[in-house]
């Protein structure tokens, strides 16, 4: 194990089975579609991997980097295209995945922006969900795990860009944050 990590709490084989078992589901929802699968950048990137190699079914992938977040740990509240779809989402079924919800602003945003686009259904698949953190309403339609209301690093989630390469899902020592 990594020796910031304070605890592990999701091992590597409980995503493996969780993407196996969402990538089955998500095919069925699918059939006979052509979805276009979004991945937030960064943090989506692992799990967009597995899961979508988990699904049996065309698709097209595409991605988008917003960021809500600056350095730190705290939400700013601000979201902003850092980079934007190369896709056209008029009359799409979209699929975007998360590797988190937190506050909920990212994917609210989203979710209005893609609607204003014309998307013709849009569905969020998110590893985690931190329902405790919500600032506005909004649901994933598949989530992989809950969280509790901590910062949480590993497979796509980071602490200032270190930890995203983790194959688990796990909490930091508190001295890495300048804590103790
Ligand atoms: P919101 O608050 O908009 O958050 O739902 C979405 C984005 O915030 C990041 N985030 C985290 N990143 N550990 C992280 O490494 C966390 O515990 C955490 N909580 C939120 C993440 O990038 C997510 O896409
Ligand atoms: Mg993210």
Redesign the pocket.
């Known amino acids: 194990m990594n020796n910031d990590i304070e605890k592990v709490l999701i091992s590597e084989e409980e995503i493996k089975q969780k993407c196996q078992e969402l990538g089955e589901r998500l095919t069925k929802e699918y059939e006979g579609k052509f979805p276009l699968a979004v991945g937030?950048l960064?943090?989506?990137m692992p799990f967009m991997s597995d899961i979508l190699r988990a699904m049996d079914t065309h698709l097209e992938m595409d991605f988008m980097d917003v960021s809500?977040?600056g350095g730190e740990?705290r939400?700013s509240g601000e979201?902003k295209i850092v980079k934007d779809l190369d896709t056209k989402v008029e009359g799409r079924d979209l699929l975007i995945i998360?590797?988190?919800?937190?506050?909920?602003?990212?994917?609210?945003?989203l979710v209005d922006l893609f609607k204003y686009r014309k998307a013709n259904s849009i569905k969020i698949v998110t590893l985690?969900d931190?329902p405790e953190?919500?600032?506005v309403d909004?649901k994933a339609d598949v989530v992989g795990f809950h969280?509790p209301n901590?910062?949480?690093?590993g497979y796509?989630?980071?602490?200032k860009e270190r930890?995203?390469n983790l194959p688990y899902v796990g909490v930091l020592k508190p001295k890495i944050y300048g804590g103790e």
């Open positions: 937030v960064k943090g989506a809500s977040y740990t939400s979201v998360e590797d988190i919800i937190d506050s909920g602003l990212t994917l609210s945003y985690l931190k953190g919500r600032k909004i969280v901590e910062f949480v690093v796509g989630l980071d602490y930890y995203r």
